[in-house]
Structure formats: structure tokens, C-alpha cells
């Protein structure tokens, strides 16, 4: 069996197209995924950025 592929498909004006996540350690200390890319819907060209923060793992501060 191959590797699962974490992915994310997005549908703008009737058109699909599929973009892969990478895992991300964002710099606030949350972590999560993150896909760019481009997609033509439209007869347009869009610029399409995704963010998946996972809720809640981003570190605890520490009481001074």
C-alpha cells in the first residue's frame, strides 16, 4: 500500500481541483496543514492559499 495523501478539494464556480497538504508547524506554535496553488474558474485565474490549524495545539504560555 502507498503513503496516505492528505489533500483538499476546492469548487469555484463549478470547476474542482484537488491540492496537497503539507504539514506545517505554523510560527506561533500552532501546527497544522497548508496548500497553495492556482486555479481557472471562470474564464479567471485565482490564487487559492489553504490553512488547517489543528484548534488547541498551539503551546501553552508559561505563568511568570
Known sequence: MGEQVDM?????NG???SF???KKDF???SRGYHAQGKIMAGGK????NILCV???SKP???EK
Open 15 to 17: 470547476e474542482k481541483q
Open 27 to 29: 510560527k506561533t506554535g
Open 8 to 12: 483538499a478539494i476546492i469548487q469555484l
Open 45 to 48: 485565474n485565482y490564487q487559492i
Open 20 to 22: 496537497i497538504l503539507g
Open 54 to 56: 489543528e484548534i488547541g
Open 60 to 62: 501553552k504560555e508559561k
